[in-house]
């Protein structure tokens, strides 16, 4: 009988001996995953954090050879693209767009914001291909920049087989290779035409990525708008028919991506309108329009105002709380009117 009681006890030790063990190591291991997300929440937040902006005059001076880039046409606005494309990638956490892993693919705001400012460039880049670097419909286009559009034009969530990070690089190097010519004397195969027209060219991409984006802005609480598609036109129809009245709203898990799709896009707005500033300030002064660039940036720095709320409020247009969105779709809209009407000054003056 004593034998008997005697293995029991060894028995019950046993089993409570292997239980302490394995609750230890199941201790260590949720310890180990509490420390593991709350460094890649740290680590998150820290990659979350916007870029500040950067001196257009001294990314000019560090691209090129020259000490006073804004004598020769374009450079200003050259700079401007590869530096709003190499703080992309260079940020802190780097490129988040296409991340596969922890803590990269939690995170939506800065690929939001990432994406914003890549359109921009797009753009950019395909107006200096398509007008800034030609002088006539007829002429040749720069092979260095059709090589970089199409390098910027690729997927921009990419991660293998080639990730989106190497393509936005050789844009970057064709970017260059066109600065390099176009501050060197002895190569006369690529020019920069600062022409009224051109500018108006690149000023009716933004006027429409600006409306755009406050239309989805100001769809955050939902509105109920008569459809304007073909008005004000005389004769004209569409593929299909649509109903008088259209009920617009923003999907309540897309607010936050609209409105920081739309920072990013103002935070490259702001580079390449000061850059082009610089490079059409002859055409801006005959125009007398120099006051209008500066009125349509001092609207897009609102849009950079530092965001107290910890996430994108929604609240109704008179409720309670704030409605982010509507916020920052008066600063496009208000930007995107001055854009129209510089437009208008720069065909008629």
Excluded at 312 to 337: C, D, I, Q
Aim: glycine share 6%; hydrophobic share 40%; aromatic share 10%.
């Amino acid at each position: 009988m004593n034998s008997i009681r005697q293995w029991w006890s060894e028995k019950c030790a046993n089993v409570r001996r292997s239980f302490y063990e394995s609750n230890k190591v199941f201790k260590l291991l949720l310890s180990a995953v509490g420390i593991y997300l709350l460094l890649a929440m740290l680590v998150g937040m820290y990659w979350s954090l916007e870029p500040d902006e950067f001196d257009v005059l001294e990314r000019a001076q560090t691209e090129s050879s020259i000490a006073s880039p804004e004598l020769v046409a374009g450079v200003a606005t050259s700079s401007s693209l590869i530096g709003v494309v190499d703080t992309l990638l260079n940020k802190s956490g780097g490129y988040l767009s296409n991340d596969a892993t922890p803590p990269g693919i939690w995170l939506d705001n800065i690929p939001n914001w990432e994406y914003g400012a890549l359109i921009q460039v797009r753009d950019l880049t395909k107006a200096m291909r398509e007008a800034f670097s030609r002088s006539q419909s007829q002429s040749t286009e720069d092979k260095a920049l059709a090589l970089a559009e199409s390098r910027l034009n690729f997927d921009h969530r990419s991660w293998l087989l080639p990730p989106s990070e190497s393509e936005y690089k050789e844009g970057i190097g064709y970017l260059r290779d066109y600065l390099s010519r176009l501050t060197d004397d002895d190569h006369s195969n690529a020019q920069f035409y600062a022409r009224s027209d051109n500018l108006r060219y690149w000023l009716s991409s933004v006027e429409t990525r600006l409306g755009s984006l406050s239309q989805r802005l100001s769809a955050s609480v939902g509105q109920r708008r008569i459809n304007l598609d073909l008005a004000n036109v005389e004769v004209a129809r569409q593929s299909t028919s649509s109903a008088s009245e259209l009920i617009v709203k923003t999907p309540w898990n897309e607010i936050d991506d609209v409105f920081y799709e739309a920072r990013g896009s103002a935070w490259a707005l702001i580079h390449f309108l000061r850059a082009l500033e610089v490079d059409f300030a002859e055409v801006l002064e005959k125009k007398n329009a120099r006051v209008s660039v500066q009125q349509i940036i001092r609207e897009l720095e609102g849009t950079q105002q530092t965001l107290y709320s910890p996430m994108v409020l929604n609240g109704s247009g008179f409720g309670m709380l704030a409605n982010h969105s509507l916020v920052m779709a008066s600063y496009l809209s208000r930007a995107n009117a001055a854009i129209i009407d510089l437009r208008e000054l720069l065909e008629k003056g």
